[in-house]
């Protein structure tokens, strides 16, 4: 069994969410669009500025990182965001991308439950470069199933909600749902996933010391019986010799 390194110091959820900045960040474009635009009533201006913020983050994010990936995947999402908005002539377009997202990751998490992949352990294990031996181990797979479930449940929420908002136009109130079911929520779902990875990681290395005793035990036992073997033969006479010998002091005792 492969070894689990439970001693390594896991994330923390802030962590796994990127710490205050990147709370922060993810923020500042949807906080932009919806100041802008009840501020002006002007579509086009909110929806300008929410990019210009994206790329100002993107910008950030990769002289940081040294890397232009958070760029891409700073703009990417509010430039579609923005370019729904922008084709259905509504502010309320610019959750719509994100509202039809959460039904996409809802589903995905279920689908992994019903398959019994449950993503919340594979992609777990992906991030932190962990092996999979928790797919052998039933219990595992079950608590994992559970954080999954949480996941599930936090992206279906937030369609229920926000779809409905964005039915009954409120953009004000649809960019509180969106942040405010963002990150609060999100650490709801890592807190059961750590939950899950503790309790996996404990009983795999339960299973793993015991597999490695019952190993020690076997070769103690191996190494006692080849010990006991070698003293009955180093004790024991051998018969055919002895009866050798005898026959050859019976021979000679006849010539004589």
């Known amino acids: ?17 990127g710490g205050v900045s990147g709370m922060l960040y993810s923020s500042l474009p949807v906080l932009v669009f919806v100041i802008v635009n009840f501020t002006t009533k002007n579509l086009m201006a909110a929806i300008i500025s929410s990019l210009a913020a994206a790329v100002v983050i993107g910008v950030v994010l990769a002289m940081r990182k040294g890397t232009i990936q958070p760029a891409i995947s700073a703009v990417l999402g509010v430039g579609v965001a923005a370019f729904i908005a922008y084709k259905t002539g509504e502010a309320k377009g610019f959750f719509l991308f994100g509202i039809w997202q959460s039904v ?23 991030l932190n470069g962990r092996d999979r031996s928790w797919r052998d181990d039933k219990a595992s797979v079950r608590d994992y199933d559970i954080a999954t479930f949480v996941w599930a449940l936090v992206f279906f929420a937030r369609f229920a ?36 990875v503790r309790r996996a990681d404990k009983r795999l290395k339960a ?13 103690e036992a191996e190494t006692e019986a080849v010990l006991t073997r070698t003293a009955d ?5 051998d018969m055919d010799e002895l009866k050798r010998v005898v026959d050859a002091e019976s021979r000679d005792k006849s010539r004589d």
């Open 1 to 17: 069994m492969t070894s689990v390194k439970t001693e390594e110091k896991q994330p923390t959820v802030l962590e796994q969410m």
């Open 104 to 126: 996409v990751y809802g589903s995905a998490f279920l689908l992994s439950i019903i398959v019994r992949w449950p993503l919340a352990g594979v992609l777990w294990t992906f």
């Open 161 to 196: 909600v926000q779809r409905w908002l964005y039915d009954e136009d409120q953009v004000g109130w649809l960019a509180v749902a969106r942040l405010g079911m963002g990150y609060p929520l999100m650490a709801v779902a890592l807190l059961a996933t750590v939950w899950a």
């Open 207 to 219: 299973a793993e010391e015991a597999a490695e005793a019952k190993a020690a035990a076997a070769v």
């Open 233 to 237: 033969d180093l004790l024991t006479p």
